[in-house]
């Protein structure tokens, strides 16, 4: 029973990787499914067993990053609230960068911006004690910052981000 699983896990991680793969070489709307396989050495039949087309491997990877920002926010203690929240926020960009990368340079601004939106609204729902106008600036700020870093338009380091950061929002309040 545990075979199957496991087979399962390792066909959606070829999957995800041989989408990763050709990500760096070529755009989305340039990929096809046969792409996938080929590069995954995979049958399309396999593709299809666990997703319906390429834009469920990026929802199922925009999910998982989403998981995992909540994670850590419920797994920190935040004590000072905006502070918390920038290290948070930028330590989880800098350990998921690979990710991000991906998304960022497959997917249209409209879809990045729903991202932006579902994170404000997420954030705003946890009751950090953070002004809704506060989490607007923090999430559109940085990820204006980050989108641009992924691009590679400008290069900063990430304790760079969160000096600058922090001390944009010490002088605010």
Do not use: C, W
């Not at 066909?11 to 760096?24: D, F, P, Q, T, V």
């Not at 690979?98 to 249209?108: C, F, L, Q, S, T």
């Not at 879809?111 to 559109?140: C, Q």
């Amino acid at each position: 029973m545990k075979a199957p699983y496991r087979n399962s896990i390792r066909s959606k991680e070829l999957i995800r990787n041989a989408l990763i793969s050709l990500l760096n070489q070529k755009s989305l709307m340039e990929i096809s499914v046969s792409d996938i396989a080929k590069t995954a050495n995979i049958n399309r039949g396999t593709f299809y067993n666990h997703y319906n087309n390429l834009s469920e491997i990026l929802e199922e990877i925009k999910e998982e990053l989403m998981q995992r920002f909540e994670e850590g926010l419920k797994n920190s203690s935040i004590n000072n609230r905006m502070e918390g929240l920038i290290e948070i926020t930028i330590d989880h960009f800098e350990k998921n960068e690979k990710d991000y990368r991906v998304i960022v340079n497959a997917v249209p601004s409209s879809s990045i911006d729903r991202i932006k939106k579902e994170i404000i609204e997420h954030l705003n729902n946890l009751n950090l004690g953070i002004d809704l106008l506060s989490i607007y600036f923090v999430v559109n700020g940085l990820s204006g910052i980050y989108i641009d870093y992924l691009k590679n338009y400008i290069d900063f380091t990430y304790d760079e981000i969160k000096k600058l950061t922090k001390n944009i929002f010490s002088q605010l309040i």
